[in-house]
């Protein structure tokens, strides 16, 4: 870029660095409020049955109990992310679908006597027949677990693009391959909690880990049939979200219930395992993928089926139905395609937002993109390269590219890993593997999907920014400071940050769909030069000057081409404040796309506003004796527009090959008694450590979109994504058989190998 | 008004009624943080004395103390008002100048450490004369109470406009008559309380009961050496100000510095003897005060020297000693007139800001203004209408009135008390009197003028509105509500208040000076109207009609004259917000006025933009035998502009009385020994109970100022002022005698009966 910045790009630390290195920080389980009870939850110990009665007066007599609640104690609101998946209590009243749903909740003076008193509580059950396998749950002829979702079948997206039928008559090959994959899990470090608290006149107070106050309050005031002013949702650390604290919780609502009930505050904290069985995690899939391609590798057509497991509940289902396709779709060209995704309800428990929706389904296609490419003898590279979206394209659903590094990052990524030198010639067990991909930079829905930003300059020259943005860890409020640090010319220590509440803070969609930099940041970057115009006005009356020739850098408002001609910010500011003219910005910013709440059923038109693109190559070492696979090295390219602060993007990318490589394909699953999840703590579902990482290497792309704060798009989903790809490609290029059910364990690795060493003998 | 207003000028409930009658409300004493420590402060035992050696290691050591703090442990940052004024230390180093002034502090544990501690801190001092009476002081020789205040003269007031020789000389009556008066006292509901928390980012939270929270913060922030974003003061229920609350308080700065060092939250709560010795009162005056008048009653000039005793401290000085000059000089015509104000320093409690500084000067004025229309043979009512105050005139130093109903009150006054049937035909013992006066609506000081205000609508269609102004107790939170309800359509419980908070609050002056419905409720409006214009752009299209034709009311948006044309209100707002265009408005304000910080030693030019207007009618009853005085009945009536709340008005007006007349003119005086206040708890100092009131009589009038919200000026304070006045009038009515020191207690008043008694034998 041709402009000069001062902080923008920079290898900044972060704001919060400090409070969360000393602990000072303050998460939702540390709060402590006057009088304050502690709330547990009863939950169902049968994965489908009929409530017939609950009595909970044993518990009421228990000493220390403040309220009991049940499903009589709610108003029957029911809860979907959509207008038309309404179908989930926050505390069921007739039926339980899933093993652990919340059936009643307590508050009492202690945890230990919140415990005890919900074994106080008897629950009459009805067992119904319950349904695990979302194969078996279609072929079912009912009683179906929602009676209006005829087979289980929830929700069906169907895009057909171009013609496929064609598109295969005019391919040398075609390959029809499926694969599976378990679910996947977001394990935060941090367990759900929230704080409920009811004021006298009636305003509720709540703090909870969120990926989007805003997005909480609304279903928390439907519930709670209380205006939506009266429910202020609070900021407060947040450990880690990963699509996982976007929705609302039915612990919120509960813990709101009890604080109502008790007339006290009420403070919920999730064990490790209700965080896991409670909270959504990642959807199992079935993939059946049909590719046909020319001989120089080119797609001509695809047909896809995807059967994915949603659990008990809609949740989310419909977007994460038709965003594993999409973002397909955006990373390679096709011009005839055809998706049918169906989410299938079962006994288990909510599959929801999850960042890396459909990884499986990505790995499926890469795996078999390889396969076609070794049997035409083309490099997995060229086969990629070949096949790659292009800026200035159109995805088959309708939306233009805007800006796309793709291919920078698929030659970057070959060059710096060595590609051309080791595929094809690394020693046995050792193997390379590239997986690609792209990510919406913000999927806007219905009136959440803009940002807005106010910012006061306060008398000693700095500034308080407001902003609905949330931090889930990520590193936004320090990019929100960035931005306005470097359009105010101020140091960053004198940015003040209000956010994530919502009485005072304005719109955002939430730390949701990758949109925060695109949406939040253009937000927040338009309401300082809002400021800065204001600032320019007063100043070039002061300087004699035209508003227009004036610049702001280094705390101070000069002419430009005469340094000396200047006044300072903070002189400006106080001039401002004696003439009557207080300087204040806003900005709003809301991307430009084409859809509706309606949308994601349908997908058609400008999905997002921008797409960021990723090439990940892993390459790693399997032990034939024990299965093991040891990642060597990985090599990560972004196009993420442009890097506001590099060190958080590649924060984020290390951080991506962590969660979607080395955990999401090599560790990283559930397993399952029935409807009952075997592993939900750490001791079992194994997350990735430092000392299991391999060497990372990071590649920042930058193709500058011209919508995007300083050219800014989402940055590391797309290497989350490419690098569980990578992962299952340098396994497959490992071992020699391409592995088809995901993750790649020691245990499939072991038997894969033993298969091929019998087929060959 | 042509205007048909919802809610404007309506007698609506108060928003924070119900919080306050059930006790749900937070001060600041009722703050628990966690790990908090109990703060305690040792004070001078003399009232003048030079401090040699402080020595805090046995209360050190006291188990339980977590923090000792002397003057050493400040960085010695002077405090003043004004940038002249800057002569107190919040913690002394080298002198104490009165009695109780802070010496060390300590947080422990709980109180009784810390009080424990506070007797373990040895202090050395040596005691310097002491001066308590501002004339002794004025003709000491030194060494003075501070070395660069030669003669102990504090501040010099001199304004002298027309020719008061030529007016004299052309005067038919002239009297010279000396008014003296002892301090009165705030006694607010609420003792002094702050509590302070650093966080590890090093930012400062604090709370106090506060009538301005930037006035605190800058301060603050110089003392503690921290940059101002980092001093962060917070909203708290205020108990009562009365302007005893706008200064920073030593409290405040210990608190901080006590949490600062002890790394822990700290909260200090005043005793109530702390309270009175430690918050500010109101000054002593002495007034010297020489009257020509004309045969019709015509003041031809006025010759006015006033003494007062500011105390230890600069404090306000330089306000009070202009302030009763000024309120006089708007309130009475004149053409020549000089004055000398003269503020002296003692060693005596501090004196600062106070609602009806100057209460006593004004009697004086008044009450000679009665001898001499008693020599003239001039009904005191008519005397007062000859002389008032018109709208369309400019006062003696260069304000312009805009809005006057100074006459219409007086006339009002008198018709409703009786006052022609009454006056000089009353029973013995029985006397009626007036007073009249003038108050400032504001008089904004440097930076801290204006008033800004940011509204954002949310989804609901609701709005919050953020604004820097506080409530004392007054109603100014119910005043904003109803300002931007009215401006939205909207009923007020769908408006959030955000205020008073340094951090997210934008500019506003304060609850000081009267300014806050004048500054503050025009912000909001404005804010509103801004808000309202983006709503009117959005409908428009909608619509398909101009913006400028439509209307807002009762949550709908139409067409005026087409009311079937119309769009919910909450429609507009959502579609902004899926335009991408939130409704947010922004508005401020500040008041016309030519003065700068300098401008209160110098009057001169616009003081106010707007100034109200009051005269009240006082029939007392006294007892001859124990000269206790029972008032009967008063009628006041006030120029406010235009009542916004009628009830919030009239309540103004009640708690006027009771505190200017009933108990400023009748009760409420602080007795010394020497500089030490003999009287300042509940138990001696007497402040009137509800069982003492008269009937009142309250007359609103409504001139409609052209820069007032709605017309609105201040409300209340021109009643205090005249209150006073107008017992002072009675009593001296009911038993012959113009008595000439104030309170006027049955001392007093036995003695006066009892002299003239003695001359008459």
Same mark, same amino acid.
């Given at each position: 870029?041709?402009?000069?910045?001062?902080?923008?790009?920079?290898?900044?630390?972060?704001?919060?660095?400090?409070?969360?290195?000393?602990?000072?920080?303050?998460?939702?389980?540390?709060?402590?409020?006057?009088?304050?009870?502690?709330?547990?939850?009863?939950?169902?110990?049968?994965?489908?049955?009929?409530?017939?009665?609950?009595?909970?007066?044993?518990?009421?007599?228990?000493?220390?109990?403040?309220?009991?609640?049940?499903?009589?104690?709610?108003?029957?609101?029911?809860?979907?992310?959509?207008?038309?998946?309404?179908?989930?209590?926050?505390?069921?009243?007739?039926?339980?679908?899933?093993?652990?749903?919340?059936?009643?909740?307590?508050?009492?003076?202690?945890?230990?006597?919140?415990?005890?008193?919900?074994?106080?509580?008897?629950?009459?059950?009805?067992?119904?027949?319950?349904?695990?396998?979302?194969?078996?749950?279609?072929?079912?002829?009912?009683?179906?677990?929602?009676?209006?979702?005829?087979?289980?079948?929830?929700?069906?997206?169907?895009?057909?693009?171009?013609?496929?039928?064609?598109?295969?008559?005019?391919?040398?090959?075609?390959?029809?391959?499926?694969?599976?994959?378990?679910?996947?899990?977001?394990?935060?470090?941090?367990?759900?909690?929230?704080?409920?608290?009811?004021?006298?006149?009636?305003?509720?107070?709540?703090?909870?880990?969120?990926?989007?106050?805003?997005?909480?309050?609304?279903?928390?005031?439907?519930?709670?049939?209380?205006?939506?002013?009266?429910?202020?949702?609070?900021?407060?650390?947040?450990?880690?979200?990963?699509?996982?604290?976007?929705?609302?919780?039915?612990?919120?609502?509960?813990?709101?219930?009890?604080?109502?009930?008790?007339?006290?505050?009420?403070?919920?904290?999730?064990?490790?395992?209700?965080?896991?069985?409670?909270?959504?995690?990642?959807?199992?899939?079935?993939?059946?993928?049909?590719?046909?391609?020319?001989?120089?590798?080119?797609?001509?057509?695809?047909?896809?089926?995807?059967?994915?497991?949603?659990?008990?509940?809609?949740?989310?289902?419909?977007?994460?139905?038709?965003?594993?396709?999409?973002?397909?779709?955006?990373?390679?060209?096709?011009?005839?395609?055809?998706?049918?995704?169906?989410?299938?309800?079962?006994?288990?428990?909510?599959?929801?937002?999850?960042?890396?929706?459909?990884?499986?389904?990505?790995?499926?296609?890469?795996?078999?993109?390889?396969?076609?490419?070794?049997?035409?003898?083309?490099?997995?590279?060229?086969?990629?390269?070949?096949?790659?979206?292009?800026?200035?394209?159109?995805?088959?659903?309708?939306?233009?590219?805007?800006?796309?590094?793709?291919?920078?990052?698929?030659?970057?990524?070959?060059?710096?890993?060595?590609?051309?030198?080791?595929?094809?010639?690394?020693?046995?067990?050792?193997?390379?593997?590239?997986?690609?991909?792209?990510?919406?930079?913000?999927?806007?829905?219905?009136?959440?999907?803009?940002?807005?930003?106010?910012?006061?300059?306060?008398?000693?020259?700095?500034?308080?920014?407001?902003?609905?943005?949330?931090?889930?860890?990520?590193?936004?409020?320090?990019?929100?400071?960035?931005?306005?640090?470097?359009?105010?010319?101020?140091?960053?220590?004198?940015?003040?940050?209000?956010?994530?509440?919502?009485?005072?803070?304005?719109?955002?969609?939430?730390?949701?769909?990758?949109?925060?930099?695109?949406?939040?940041?253009?937000?927040?970057?338009?309401?300082?030069?809002?400021?800065?115009?204001?600032?320019?006005?007063?100043?070039?009356?002061?300087?004699?000057?035209?508003?227009?020739?004036?610049?702001?850098?280094?705390?101070?408002?000069?002419?430009?081409?005469?340094?000396?001609?200047?006044?300072?910010?903070?002189?400006?500011?106080?001039?401002?404040?004696?003439?009557?003219?207080?300087?204040?910005?806003?900005?709003?910013?809301?991307?430009?796309?084409?859809?509706?709440?309606?949308?994601?059923?349908?997908?058609?038109?400008?999905?997002?506003?921008?797409?960021?693109?990723?090439?990940?190559?892993?390459?790693?070492?399997?032990?034939?004796?024990? $299965?093991?696979?040891?990642? @060597?090295?990985?090599?990560?390219?972004? &196009?993420? !527009?442009?890097? =506001? *602060? %590099?060190?958080?993007? /590649?924060?984020?990318?290390?951080?991506?090959?962590?969660?979607? $490589?080395?955990?999401?394909? @090599?560790?990283?699953?559930?397993?399952? &008694?029935? !409807?009952?999840? =075997? *592993? %939900?703590?750490?001791? /079992?579902?194994?997350?990735?450590?430092?000392?299991?990482?391999?060497?990372?290497?990071?590649?920042?792309?930058?193709?500058?979109?011209?919508?995007?704060?300083?050219?800014?798009?989402?940055?590391?989903?797309?290497?989350?994504?490419?690098?569980?790809?990578?992962?299952?490609?340098?396994?497959?290029?490992?071992?020699?058989?391409?592995?088809?059910?995901?993750?790649?364990?020691?245990?499939?690795?072991?038997?894969?190998?033993?298969?091929?060493?019998?087929?060959?003998?």
């Amino acid at each position: 870029m041709e402009k000069e910045f001062s902080l923008i790009g920079k290898r900044v630390p972060r704001v919060d660095s400090l409070s969360r290195v000393t602990g000072d920080v303050q998460f939702a389980a540390d709060l402590k409020l006057p009088r304050m009870l502690a709330g547990k939850i009863k939950r169902s110990p049968l994965a489908h049955a009929r409530i017939l009665h609950i009595d909970t007066s044993r518990a009421e007599r228990l000493k220390g109990v403040k309220a009991v609640v049940t499903g009589q104690d709610t108003a029957g609101v029911k809860w979907g992310v959509f207008r038309y998946t309404q179908d989930m209590d926050f505390l069921p009243r007739d039926k339980v679908r899933y093993f652990g749903e919340e059936i009643a909740a307590v508050a009492a003076v202690d945890e230990e006597t919140a415990l005890e008193a919900l074994d106080l509580i008897d629950v009459d059950l009805e067992e119904l027949p319950a349904v695990y396998d979302p194969i078996e749950a279609m072929a079912s002829e009912g009683p179906w677990i929602h009676e209006n979702y005829p087979n289980n079948v929830n929700v069906h997206v169907n895009i057909d693009v171009g013609d496929i039928e064609k598109g295969f008559s005019e391919s040398s090959l075609i390959r029809e391959d499926t694969f599976t994959a378990a679910e996947d899990d977001y394990f935060m470090g941090e367990p759900y909690a929230v704080v409920a608290r009811f004021d006298d006149d009636g305003n509720l107070e709540i703090w909870m880990p969120n990926a989007g106050p805003h997005m909480k309050s609304k279903p928390l005031s439907n519930a709670l049939q209380m205006p939506l002013h009266k429910v202020k949702v609070r900021k407060i650390a947040i450990g880690g979200a990963f699509g996982g604290r976007s929705e609302i919780s039915p612990a919120d609502y509960i813990c709101a219930l009890l604080a109502r009930k008790s007339g006290r505050p009420v403070r919920i904290v999730y064990t490790r395992e209700e965080n896991t069985v409670n909270v959504r995690m990642g959807h199992a899939l079935i993939t059946t993928i049909k590719t046909g391609v020319d001989r120089e590798g080119k797609v001509l057509a695809r047909d896809i089926t995807c059967y994915m497991d949603g659990g008990a509940y809609s949740s989310t289902g419909p977007i994460a139905t038709s965003v594993p396709f999409l973002c397909m779709e955006q990373a390679y060209r096709m011009d005839n395609v055809r998706y049918n995704g169906y989410r299938i309800f079962t006994n288990k428990p909510i599959r929801g937002m999850i960042r890396m929706h459909g990884r499986s389904f990505a790995c499926g296609i890469d795996l078999q993109l390889d396969m076609l490419a070794e049997e035409l003898g083309i490099d997995p590279v060229t086969m990629r390269l070949r096949n790659a979206r292009q800026a200035g394209e159109y995805t088959p659903t309708g939306s233009y590219v805007s800006s796309c590094g793709l291919t920078e990052c698929i030659e970057k990524a070959a060059l710096k890993s060595g590609w051309r030198e080791k595929y094809g010639k690394l020693p046995p067990w050792r193997g390379i593997g590239i997986g690609i991909n792209s990510v919406q930079t913000g999927f806007p829905l219905g009136i959440r999907g803009g940002s807005q930003a106010i910012i006061k300059f306060n008398e000693d020259g700095g500034v308080t920014l407001i902003s609905g943005v949330v931090d889930n860890g990520q590193g936004n409020d320090n990019m929100l400071v960035q931005v306005v640090a470097e359009e105010l010319g101020l140091s960053m220590d004198e940015v003040t940050l209000i956010t994530a509440d919502t009485e005072v803070t304005p719109n955002d969609p939430g730390s949701y769909s990758m949109v925060t930099t695109f949406a939040g940041g253009n937000a927040a970057r338009l309401a300082a030069v809002d400021a800065r115009n204001k600032l320019f006005a007063i100043a070039a009356k002061a300087l004699e000057a035209n508003p227009r020739d004036l610049m702001l850098k280094d705390k101070k408002i000069f002419v430009a081409g005469s340094p000396d001609r200047f006044i300072p910010l903070k002189k400006a500011v106080r001039m401002g404040l004696i003439q009557g003219s207080p300087v204040s910005g806003e900005g709003h910013y809301a991307p430009k796309v084409d859809h509706t709440r309606e949308w994601v059923k349908n997908p058609q038109g400008q999905l997002s506003e921008a797409f960021s693109f990723g090439a990940t190559i892993a390459e790693v070492e399997v032990d034939p004796e024990t $299965g093991m696979v040891k990642a @060597l090295e990985v090599t990560a390219a972004q &196009d993420c !527009g442009f890097a =506001l *602060n %590099p060190m958080l993007v /590649e924060g984020q990318f290390e951080g991506s090959v962590a969660m979607g $490589g080395q955990g999401g394909m @090599l560790t990283e699953y559930h397993s399952w &008694d029935g !409807g009952r999840c =075997l *592993n %939900p703590t750490q001791l /079992e579902y194994k997350v990735p450590l430092a000392c299991d990482m391999p060497r990372i290497n990071n590649i920042i792309v930058e193709s500058l979109d011209p919508a995007g704060p300083y050219g800014a798009k989402e940055a590391g989903m797309s290497i989350a994504m490419s690098a569980a790809q990578a992962y299952a490609a340098a396994i497959s290029n490992a071992i020699g058989v391409t592995l088809t059910d995901f993750p790649m364990t020691p245990e499939k690795i072991l038997k894969a190998i033993e298969e091929k060493h019998q087929e060959q003998r």
